[in-house]
């Protein structure tokens, strides 16, 4: 797996400082702020989604609309505390395309992804996770430093480096998206055993310590 360059492990704070003024490719210039990430400098799990949405743009935390209420719910049922994890985006920005009142979501490109990934390598290296878990491709594209496909790699833990554990599964949004009930049922249950797979590594960690 490629390595992340393990840069001083600088305070989250000074990063999240420093990041407030990226303008390292253009999407800074649409949106209201940068959303860096959030949560304890001493979280074991760091979550990574794909960008900022509409709500997520506004108020500057990541992961607090639809899909973030998704991941809330998921982390409850595993046993995960979202208070104890570290949750962030590959792409910081919001990138969208306006439409009368509405902003409508853009995926962001490679180049975008990689201008943006210096952000994730800092955060990592601050942090020093026992586990990355990479929600939907674009995550994992910033965590893998490559396309990485979703449903090959889903639900096994992967070796990253310096000890730090990978873990690949879909974005909450694409849950929301399923037009099907029975599906968007039986797919929710697999994100949720999924992330049982964190709150498993967790516990076993706190116990080697
Ligand atoms: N989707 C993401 O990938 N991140 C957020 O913060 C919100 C929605």
């Known amino acids: 797996m490629p390595t992340a360059s393990r840069r001083s492990g600088t305070s989250l704070e000074i990063l999240r400082e420093e990041a407030s003024n990226c ?57 995960v505390d979202r208070n104890k994890v570290y949750v962030t985006n590959a792409v910081k920005h919001f990138k969208f395309v306006p439409r009368g009142k509405v902003r409508l979501h853009q995926k962001p490109s490679t180049s975008e992804i990689k201008a943006c990934r210096q952000w994730y390598e800092r955060e990592l290296a601050s ?18 430093g490559k396309i990485t496909p979703i449903n090959k790699n889903r639900g096994r833990l992967i ?6 554990k990978a873990l690949v599964t879909v974005h909450p949004s694409y849950l929301l998206r399923l037009p099907d009930a029975d599906a968007k049922a039986q797919e929710y249950k697999r994100f949720v055993d999924d992330l049982r797979i964190a709150a498993d590594l967790l516990r076993k960690s706190a116990r080697a310590a």
């Open 159 to 164: 070796d990253l480096e310096d000890e730090i």
């Open 23 to 79: 303008r390292a490719c253009p999407l800074w210039k649409g949106a209201t702020q940068t959303v860096f990430g959030e949560g304890p400098q001493t979280a074991q799990i760091m979550l990574v989604g794909e960008q900022p949405g509409d709500k997520e743009d506004l108020a500057g935390k990541p992961f607090v609309g639809p899909a973030g209420l998704m991941l809330d719910r998921a982390l409850v049922e595993a046993g």
């Open 127 to 144: 942090l020093k996770p026992v586990l990355v878990v990479a929600m939907g491709a674009t995550a994992a594209q910033c965590v893998f």
